[in-house]
Structure formats: structure tokens, C-alpha cells
């Protein structure tokens, strides 16, 4: 019995040791207030959440479903502010700062929500975005919900700052050197921004064209506040400034309706004149006819230069598309009829040659003769 009192006074002076300036039987508690109020967070996922999309589910609408998509991560952490603020509560700690803390969580949690409503109204600004165009609606929407999303999270962050008692004018005025600094460096966001406006309103390009900037050639993944992300065919991802987007050349290949073929056919010298203009003509006839090259397009075929081993015919004319896989079809059915007119009138392809002509040889090589 004595051995047990002296472990029950030992346990007791154990627990009332002290850590950060609080006995460790007050901390052990404060955790437990704030376990408990996980435990309720956790059964609230498991019973109101669950309760709530079985009802959303029998409902036609998406929207209210992306609505309590938004409000779940943010509503959901209210249990987390709630067991911190007990816990702290129970603490003793000082009445100012616990309530600044628990401000600034709650205001966290507020401007989260609204940022994630921005996400469920999408649909609204690429309404909004038709306005302006159908073609660009998406585009306009998606930069119109990325400034909303940027203008909340700015106005949340002035308010938490406002809330720990930070005057923000005063705050960036008294910044000085560091504030120059800092407008300096948003001097090139700032300029971003208005590039991405520049390409919206001029209709440069929208999300999934084919664009080549400099050495930059790709597909537009997405269209955002400061940069644009272009997906190269090798598959990488680059992030081009919008600076550059507004200011430098770009060159849209998804906004031509055709795509050209461009040739330059050798024929051997040995082809005689009537075969190169016979040759010359069946071309030109099978790509007049021929139901995948445009006709509102321009199209030659010309007998066009003496090659150093060729005689050189040119050959010019457009795709009726300029999808990439259909134009080398397209290229290909060309090339093989223009081999069978060349094989059908007897003439061949020249390739690269050299004829040696000797005038005299070497006095020595004669009399070995």
C-alpha cells in the first residue's frame, strides 16, 4: 500500500511539472479539448457530409454540388479554430491575443470560402467572357476568375494584417528603400498583367492553338494573370511571361484554314523538252483535280531552273486543311502521283552527280600506254 501512494505521489509531481510556463497536466488536458474537437470534425465528414451529398445527389442541378464541394475544406476547419480556441482558453492565455488569433483564423477561413465560391461561378465569367467573343469566352472567363481569385486573396491578407493591428499604408510607406525595391519588382508583374490583357483583347491566341514564339513552338495549356504555359511536342512545359507574349511576333499555325506544299522535283538531263512540258502539264491537271488540294488557292507548276545535276520543275499549292496528320496524307498522295507521271512518261529522278572530263592526260601515263 505504501509502495502504491509513493508511485500515486510521484505520478502527481510528474504531472505537475512545469513546460513553456504551464504544469503538464493543463497541457495534457488542453490537448484532449482539442482531440475532442477532431474527433467531432471527423464525425461530422462522416455523418452530415455523407447525409448532405446523398440529398445533393438526387437533385438535377451540378451547381449546388460544386457549392458544397467549396464550403466542405472551409467549414470543415471551423472545428479545428473552435478546439484551439478552448484549448488556449483553458490555458489562461491572454484574452487579446486569443482573440486576435481566433480573428485571424476566422478571417482565413472566410476569405478561403469566398476564394473557392470564385471556382464554382466559373461558369458565370466564361458567360460573361461571350460578351466579348464566343471563340475567347473560356479564355476571357478563366484570366476574369484568376483576377477575382487574386483580388480575394489580396483583400484577405490587408485584412489579417489589418486585424494583428498593422496599418498597411503606413506599413509599405515606411518600407522606404525596401518598398522602391519592391514596386520595382512588380513593376514586371504589373506589366504581365496588362500584356495578358493585351493578348485577350487583340485575340492573339486562345487555350489549345499552335503557336511558336522565338524558339518557343507548342500548344497553349493555359492563359493566366502573368504568364501563359505552352506544351511543346516534346511534351515539356514552358512558361513564356506575358511581356514577351504581347511585345514579340507570334505565329498561330491553328488559325490558317490551308497548309502549303512546297517542291522542287529534279528530273535527269536526259529528259527531252515535249516530255518535260507533257510532264509539267499532267502536274499541274492532277492537282486541279485532285479533291484535297484547294482551289481557291494558288497553285503552279513550273519547268524553273538548270540544276547543277537536275533539271528542276517547281511545284506550289495548298492543303484543303491544316491538321497536321491529314496534310501528310495529303502531301504523300501527291508525291506518289507525281512519281507515276514521271515513270508513266519515261523520265527519272536526278540525284546529285558529278561528270569528270578529261581534255589531256599526263605525258607519262601516255607512254606507258
Not at 502573368?226 to 514552358?238: A, D, Y
Request: charged share 25%.
Amino acid at each position: 500500500m505504501e509502495e502504491l501512494l509513493k508511485q500515486l505521489q510521484q505520478f502527481t509531481e510528474y504531472l505537475n511539472v512545469v513546460i513553456l510556463g504551464y504544469p503538464l497536466h493543463k497541457l495534457a488536458v488542453a490537448l484532449l479539448i482539442f482531440l475532442f474537437f477532431l474527433f467531432l470534425r471527423k464525425l461530422f465528414l462522416l455523418l452530415v457530409v455523407r447525409s448532405v451529398r446523398r440529398l445533393l445527389a438526387k437533385t438535377e442541378t451540378t451547381w449546388d454540388d460544386k457549392l458544397f464541394q467549396a464550403l466542405r475544406s472551409p467549414v470543415s476547419f471551423l472545428f479545428v479554430i473552435l478546439g484551439a480556441f478552448f484549448a488556449l482558453k483553458y490555458l489562461g492565455i491572454e484574452q487579446d491575443a486569443l482573440k486576435k488569433t481566433v480573428s485571424v483564423l476566422f478571417i482565413f477561413t472566410f476569405f478561403w470560402a469566398v476564394y473557392n465560391l470564385v471556382s464554382v461561378f466559373e461558369d458565370a465569367f466564361i458567360a460573361l467572357g461571350e460578351k466579348f467573343g464566343k471563340e475567347f469566352s473560356r479564355e476571357i472567363g478563366s484570366f476574369l476568375s484568376k483576377l477575382v481569385k487574386f483580388f480575394v486573396v489580396s483583400v484577405g491578407f490587408i485584412a489579417i494584417l489589418q486585424e494583428l493591428g498593422i496599418n498597411v499604408s503606413a506599413f509599405i510607406a515606411s518600407l522606404g528603400i525596401g518598398g522602391l525595391a519592391v514596386a520595382l519588382a512588380a513593376r514586371d508583374t504589373v506589366a504581365n498583367f496588362f500584356g495578358g490583357l493585351t493578348i485577350l483583347l487583340d485575340k492573339t491566341f486562345k487555350i489549345g492553338d499552335w503557336i511558336k514564339v522565338g524558339d518557343v513552338e507548342g500548344i497553349v495549356e493555359d492563359l493566366g494573370l502573368r504568364t501563359t504555359k505552352i506544351r511543346t511536342f516534346e511534351k515539356s512545359l514552358v512558361t513564356v511571361p506575358n511581356q514577351i507574349l504581347s511585345t514579340r511576333p507570334v505565329e498561330n499555325f491553328s488559325r490558317r484554314s490551308v497548309r502549303r506544299i512546297k517542291l522542287t522535283v529534279g528530273l535527269t538531263y536526259d529528259t527531252p523538252r515535249p516530255t518535260i512540258e507533257k510532264i509539267v502539264n499532267e502536274i499541274r491537271q492532277m492537282l486541279k483535280s485532285h479533291p484535297r488540294i484547294a482551289k481557291d488557292q494558288l497553285t503552279m507548276v513550273y519547268f524553273n531552273n538548270f540544276g547543277d545535276s537536275a533539271l528542276e520543275l517547281f511545284i506550289y499549292c495548298f492543303t484543303d486543311t491544316a491538321n497536321w496528320e491529314e496534310y501528310l496524307k495529303i502531301r504523300q498522295d501527291v508525291l506518289l502521283n507525281i512519281m507515276d507521271i514521271v515513270e508513266r512518261n519515261g523520265s527519272s529522278f536526278a540525284f546529285p552527280s558529278l561528270s569528270v572530263y578529261v581534255e589531256k592526260l599526263p605525258k607519262e601515263d601516255k607512254d606507258r600506254r
